[in-house]
């Protein structure tokens, strides 16, 4: 009966603490309010990855010559390349190419042309039938673009994240190769 009576004296003592209780009930919404982007905190962050080595393809080649012999290309055109990459981080290049050149060490820039009058001439070997390329130097890196997280309360949100290829300023900046044809 004693056991009893103590139960029955703590359902009780629990009774009333649970009348006693106030719930509090806090939206998501009103969590998240105190946690919103001001200042530079609404523009998006732009980080770039290690710069590795890399070319980008122009339209001077020679005609394809069957070796052995010369694969010889001498014109006066216009060499061209542009950023290589998704088009969404192509669109936005103004505002990420001064973060990638600065992790690269080097100038980049969007677009790179030059005329000039071209000669070069590199041998083919026996047995095959090859052309020679003009290509320009360039840097492949990963360009991550962050936004406003308002669950973080921090710029953590990878919008999206895109290895792109920036091609190097400067005239001197070219190498033929060889290419099948």
Partial sequence: MAARRKLTASGAAL??????LTIVAI??????????????????????GAAKKSKIKTGLASAAVQGPGQARYHD???????????AEARAEVGKWIAKAEVKAGVKL????????????????????????????LA?????????????KCSKTKVKW???????MKGNSNNVWLRENA
């Fill in 76 to 86: 006066t055109k216009s060499a061209a390349t542009t950023v290589q990459g998704s």
């Fill in 27 to 48: 939206s998501a919404g009103t969590a998240s309010a105190g946690c919103q982007p001001e200042g530079d905190d609404l523009k998006p962050k732009y980080v770039a």
């Fill in 109 to 136: 820039t969007k677009k790179w042309s030059h005329t000039e009058e071209w000669e070069y001439v590199l041998y083919i070997d026996r047995g095959k039938t090859q052309r020679i390329r003009m290509w320009h």
């Fill in 139 to 151: 840097k492949k890196q990963t360009i991550t673009k962050y936004i406003w997280d308002v669950a």
């Fill in 15 to 20: 009774a009333t603490l649970a009348g006693s």
């Fill in 161 to 167: 994240k895109h290895t792109m290829v920036t091609p």
